[in-house]
T-cell receptor, first 115, second 112 residues
Framework: GAGVSQSPSNKVTEKGKDVELRCDPI?????LYWYRQRLGQGLEFLIY????????KSGLPSDRFSAERTGESVSTLTIQRTQQEDSAVYLC?????????????FGPGTRLTVL | RKEVEQDPGPFNVPEGATVAFNCTYS??????FFWYRQDCRKEPKLLMS???SGNEDGRFTAQLNRASQYISLLIRDSKLSDSATYLC?????????????FGKGTKLSVKP
């Protein structure tokens, strides 16, 4: 079956512009996660959704970052007024639910470069 | 703040070698443990779950020590294709990160 998909796969933008990243989770997966991974670094947790709700937004790096999810399906991560330090790979993952043994399946990521 | 700590490496080993990675976690309430593998410029993928009694999958053996809050991964007869970063993952019991916390990974490079 189809895995997690993300678009665009690559995004180059100028400093100060807004960008929107999209994630399509595996059908039926109620939990969805966003992570950021800078070059050569580990995964940085940003936010998760259970259904369409994000219980805790404290992982978002700044108020320039926001995320939403609709229809318990597609999620978008929006970065306003991008800065060079936002350059990273943004990974989305989904799982069947928040039960601890549920495997997270990752998408291929969106590579964001801010010039 | 709940943490998962790993030696970043790199571990450089010859083909056929046995190599072991360790990981410690801070949340004593954690109940589920995993090793994920991430190839260069790729997304992480589940390698294996870690069970209390220890478990083996081919050349890979995972062990859990709850008393010491310590997880290990042993790879026997290393192959060139084992070169990757290995992420130690622990469930975030009672926390705010959804279900899992990922370590920063241990890099393995297997040389001919």
């Amino acid at each position: 079956g189809a895995g997690v998909s993300q678009s665009p796969s690559n995004k180059v933008t100028e400093k100060g512009k807004d960008v929107e990243l999209r994630c399509d989770p595996i059908s039926g997966h109620t939990a969805l996660y966003w992570y950021r991974q800078r070059l050569g670094q580990g995964l940085e947790f940003l936010i998760y959704f259970q259904g369409n709700s994000a219980p805790d937004k404290s992982g978002l790096p700044s108020d320039r970052f926001s995320a939403e999810r609709t229809g318990e399906s597609v999620s978008t991560l929006t970065i306003q007024r991008t800065q060079q330090e936002d350059s990273a790979v943004y990974l989305c993952a989904s799982s069947m639910g928040l039960v601890s043994y549920n495997e997270q399946f990752f998408g291929p990521g969106t590579r964001l470069t801010v010039l | 703040r709940k943490e998962v700590e790993q030696d970043p490496g790199p571990f450089n080993v010859p083909e056929g070698a046995t190599v072991a990675f360790n990981c410690t976690y801070s949340n004593s309430a954690s109940q589920s443990f995993f090793w994920y593998r991430q190839d260069c410029r790729k997304e992480p993928k589940l390698l294996m779950s870690v069970y209390s009694s220890g478990n083996e999958d081919g050349r890979f053996t995972a062990q859990l020590n709850r008393a010491s809050q310590y997880i290990s991964l042993l790879i026997r007869d290393s192959k060139l294709s084992d070169s990757a970063t290995y992420l130690c993952v622990v469930n975030d019991y009672g926390g705010s990160q959804g279900n899992l916390i990922f370590g920063k990974g241990t890099k393995l490079s297997v040389k001919p």
